[in-house]
């Protein structure tokens, strides 16, 4: 096998495909290149899309995407060993049209976005690895190289979607360090239950899907913990700090069984059967652990640029690809109409990703993943929250009820919080989120 191509896109997760899809309906020769025997075989994800970003790209999409259940509840839980305390929302207006967010399983989803790219003219290479970029004598990217006899596979744009930690994007000089405390495992069991059962458990009914997210549920390793709903399983996993990991000594495993014991969970995954684990790193350094994204030749979307918002309310990573597939074939079609695939004639991309949700939203929250894994918040502040609670709602008679602030100064006390840190926290907070 040894072609030419207008662009060789590599990966066909979310972001490969949107690219791929945009460039073939542009009519553009494009490849689409994917190392699983079919698209997402070998992806891992939480388990939500938001699909606000594929209305322009695929028109009525939620009349066709292979949906599990739409999100109608989305719950953030915060818990200690033997305590919890949920912010519980619901919504009907996310039932129907305009969808905030649904449950889908990526095998699913990635193969019909895939074939989206596929219709549009996009030629799809399943069970081929890339093993490395082609350049010319000037050193620009040329194409790629492959793991089939003569697999070299020339473009003179080539889009790197290869997921996280990306070794395209290495092998390009486009990563000038790596550090493990800007990465987390999520690890995930996918639980089987009865459609009904799952309504029973978390309120639901007909496609309504419930969404939490947690809180203090990884002991004293830095991360967080899920809970999503498909429609006859449970999606049930923690998301783990490397370097915190490592000093644990724990397995991931393990710490979703304790997740999966706790008083407030087990109710929701009791009895069911065990149908799949998975685990996968994650991108959560956030705007300032970026590589650069552009090269002679080359652009960097999706994991592979670290485009994943951990942000703690916020945790999107598809609808980031996406949006950025989109944004590197768009701007891939207008160097190729220029002829000009230098890092000058890609410059636009950048520039689009800048003035769209992509990497505004990544700005204005770049302080985010280092707050939210704090030691303050992972392991004080939901110890704190919990016992001001249970102060406030233990009936203690006779004796006078608590006011909150005595009850909130007790609780501070209790775990070591001075209240100059409070404030610093709050602060940050404050500027982060508001």
């Not at 699909?51 to 915060?78: C, F, K, N, S, Y």
């Not at 004080?380 to 009936?395: G, H, I, K, S």
Request: with cysteine.
């Amino acid at each position: 096998m040894s072609a030419t191509f207008d662009c060789v896109v590599v990966g066909a997760g979310p972001a490969g495909s949107a690219a791929a899809l945009v460039l073939a309906r542009a009519g553009k020769r494009v490849a689409l290149v994917e190392r699983g025997p079919f698209p997402g075989s070998k992806n891992m994800y939480g388990g939500v899309v938001y699909g606000r970003v594929l209305d322009t790209l695929v028109p009525g999409w939620e009349q066709e995407v292979p949906v599990q259940r739409w999100i109608t509840r989305r719950a953030t839980m915060v818990l200690t060993e033997t305590q919890s305390l949920t912010v519980d929302f619901r919504s009907g207006a996310w039932a129907r049209p305009p969808y905030n967010g649904c449950t889908t399983l990526r095998p699913d989803f990635d193969a019909w976005l895939a074939g989206k790219a596929e219709a549009a003219g996009a030629v799809l290479l399943c069970s081929t690895t890339v093993t490395g970029l082609r350049r010319d004598d000037t050193g620009r990217v040329t194409g790629v190289c492959t793991d089939r006899p003569g697999g070299e596979l020339g473009a003179p744009v080539v889009i790197a979607c290869d997921g996280v930690n990306s070794f395209l994007a290495k092998e390009a000089g486009l990563y000038q360090s790596f550090d493990p405390a800007n990465f987390t495992l999520g690890a995930k069991e996918v639980i089987a239950l009865p459609r009904d059962e799952i309504d029973r458990r978390f309120g639901l009914a007909g496609d309504e899907g419930a969404d939490i997210e947690i809180v203090g549920a990884t002991a004293d390793v830095a991360g967080g913990g899920f809970v999503y709903t498909n429609a006859d399983s449970v999606a049930i996993g923690v998301v783990l700090q490397l370097p915190g990991l490592a000093r644990s000594g724990r397995r991931p495993e393990d710490l979703i069984a304790q997740l999966k014991a706790h008083p407030s969970i087990a109710p929701l995954v009791a009895g069911g059967d065990l149908k799949e684990y998975s685990a996968h790193l994650i991108p959560e350094g956030g705007y300032d652990a970026m590589p650069e994204i552009v090269t002679d030749g080359l652009m960097v979307a999706g994991d592979a640029a670290g485009l994943c918002l951990a942000a703690g309310i916020w945790l999107e990573g598809v609808n980031f690809a996406i949006g950025s597939g989109a944004a590197a074939g768009e701007t891939a079609v207008e160097a190729l109409r220029r002829g000009d695939a230098s890092a000058k004639g890609l410059a636009g991309y950048r520039r689009r990703l800048e003035s769209s949700f992509v990497l505004r939203d990544h700005r204005k929250l770049r302080r985010a993943p280092h707050f939210v894994l704090s030691e303050r918040v992972q392991h004080r502040y939901p110890a704190v929250v919990c016992d001001l609670v249970e102060q406030l709602f233990t009936v203690e008679n006779p004796a006078p009820k608590r006011g909150g602030l005595k009850a909130g100064w007790r609780a501070l006390r209790a775990h070591d919080v001075p209240l100059r840190d409070v404030a610093r926290d709050a602060w940050t907070a404050l500027r982060t989120f508001g």
